[in-house]
């Protein structure tokens, strides 16, 4: 009887289930955390019941995958709500003007999500360019790449080629994107380094350092061509010219 008992217990835990709620403006999220649970109950159930060895570099390659969709989800909900749905705004004193609504795309380190956000032009404009508020707000790099995301991908190009960045973050199953991608970026987060530089130095110069009391240091620098040196001489071979007098 105890037997049967733990095995009604076993089976009814194994058919529990959680139920989560969550806000309508939270749907890709909840869609992708229950694809993440259905799969993640999946392999559970497949590693207890098979004695075999596991191919689990597989399974980290499924999980990375469903994690980086939870991620993204995360990303897109998050921006929606930076989406501003007023006919005006005003960016750095300037009135803009609602014309249209467009798909804007963001790119985070898991993916890119895209969704409708308005694009406005400045007021008394009638062909000139859009900018997209979301962005604007966000600090967004180039064409809708994350302030984190930019910045992760343009330290990878420093460290080797872009080929390389491309490369390593495959293993990493982080930023899945194209090698010309990481080339744009890198290049991006540059221009903005060459146009904030001259503050960037200001701020990280050695006239900002404090030199702690009672240090000492000496430097010195010697150049060959400039500073004679005086080396042995290679003895000539054969008797000497003493020797031969």
Same mark, same amino acid.
């Given at each position: 009887?105890?037997?049967?008992?733990?095995?009604?217990?076993?089976?009814?835990?194994?058919?529990?289930?959680?139920?989560?709620?969550?806000?309508?403006?939270?749907?890709?999220?909840?869609? $992708?955390?229950? #694809?993440?649970?259905?799969?993640?109950? @999946?392999?559970?159930?497949?590693?207890?019941?098979?004695? &075999? *060895?596991?191919?689990?570099? @597989?399974?980290?390659?499924?999980?990375?995958?469903?994690?980086?969709?939870?991620? *993204?989800?995360?990303?897109?909900?998050?921006?929606? %709500?930076?989406?501003?749905?007023?006919?005006?705004?005003?960016?750095?004193?300037?009135?803009?003007?609602?014309?249209?609504? !467009?798909?804007? *795309?963001?790119?985070?380190? /898991?993916?890119?999500?895209?969704?409708?956000?308005?694009?406005?032009?400045?007021?008394?404009?009638?062909?000139? +360019? /859009?900018?997209?508020?979301?962005?604007?707000?966000?600090?967004?790099?180039?064409?809708?790449?994350?302030?984190? /995301?930019?910045?992760?991908? %343009?330290?990878?190009?420093?460290?080797? /080629?872009? &080929?390389?960045?491309? =490369?390593? *973050?495959?293993?990493?199953?982080?930023?899945?994107?194209? #090698?010309?991608?990481? =080339?744009?970026?890198?290049?991006?987060?540059?221009?903005?380094? #060459?146009?904030?530089?001259?503050?960037?130095?200001?701020?990280? $110069?050695?006239?900002?350092? @404090?030199?702690?009391? !009672?240090?000492?240091?000496?430097?010195?620098?010697?150049?060959?061509? %400039?500073?004679?040196?005086?080396?042995?001489?290679?003895?000539?071979?054969? +008797?000497?010219?003493?020797? #031969?007098?």
């Amino acid at each position: 009887m105890q037997t049967v008992s733990a095995e009604r217990r076993s089976r009814s835990v194994a058919a529990a289930k959680i139920v989560v709620n969550g806000p309508a403006n939270l749907k890709p999220l909840l869609e $992708s955390v229950r #694809r993440l649970l259905k799969r993640t109950a @999946k392999v559970a159930a497949d590693v207890s019941h098979d004695g &075999r *060895t596991i191919d689990y570099g @597989k399974i980290e390659d499924e999980i990375a995958e469903l994690v980086a969709e939870v991620e *993204t989800a995360v990303h897109e909900c998050t921006l929606k %709500a930076a989406v501003m749905d007023a006919p005006r705004v005003v960016v750095q004193g300037n009135e803009y003007a609602r014309v249209a609504e !467009g798909v804007g *795309t963001y790119r985070s380190m /898991t993916g890119p999500c895209s969704f409708p956000r308005p694009l406005y032009r400045l007021l008394g404009e009638r062909n000139g +360019p /859009t900018i997209d508020v979301v962005g604007l707000r966000i600090g967004a790099i180039g064409d809708g790449w994350l302030p984190r /995301t930019a910045q992760a991908m %343009a330290y990878y190009v420093q460290q080797g /080629t872009s &080929r390389e960045a491309v =490369e390593a *973050t495959k293993l990493l199953a982080r930023l899945p994107y194209s #090698r010309a991608s990481f =080339e744009r970026v890198a290049h991006a987060v540059g221009e903005i380094w #060459r146009q904030e530089h001259a503050d960037i130095e200001a701020i990280c $110069s050695i006239g900002e350092f @404090k030199i702690p009391r !009672g240090a000492a240091s000496i430097s010195v620098s010697l150049d060959r061509a %400039a500073v004679p040196m005086e080396e042995p001489a290679q003895r000539p071979r054969g +008797p000497t010219a003493q020797g #031969r007098a």
